[in-house]
């Protein structure tokens, strides 16, 4: 039970960070809303690499919150950027090219820091 209660509060954590539901999460991970809402309620946990990508996710959420509030985090995630080529890092993430996605956001996080 441990397990499904980690999983829960990392949910839990992207979605408050990032004001993603439960739908984008899903998305992003390319998984049904309802399978999310089994990890949530402890009904089940996500495959070895399914959660690899739920922590990757919640690694960069985590990192856009020096940079967003929720909302355009959320924006951020979902909208084509100059950075990545113009494509999305949510498409990025749920093709599991989590490395140019952290690149991004370092990226921006050196320009705030400069």
């Known amino acids: 039970m441990n397990s499904s209660n980690a999983i829960a509060r990392r949910l839990e954590s992207i979605q408050t960070k990032a004001a993603l539901r439960s739908a984008d999460v899903a998305n992003v991970l390319n998984v ?11 009904k089940a ?7 690899r990508q739920l922590l990757e996710l919640e690694f960069i959420v985590d990192k856009l919150t020096d940079l967003y509030e929720p909302h355009d985090a959320r924006l951020w995630l979902f909208s084509r950027q100059r950075l990545l080529q113009e494509r999305t890092p949510a498409d ?4 599991g090219q989590i490395d140019e996605v952290l690149a991004a956001v370092n990226q921006l996080l050196d320009g705030v820091h400069l």
């Open 32 to 42: 049904r809303p309802e399978t999310v809402s089994r990890w949530n309620n402890g």
């Open 92 to 95: 990025l993430i749920q093709q």
């Open 45 to 51: 946990l996500p495959h070895a690499s399914t959660e």
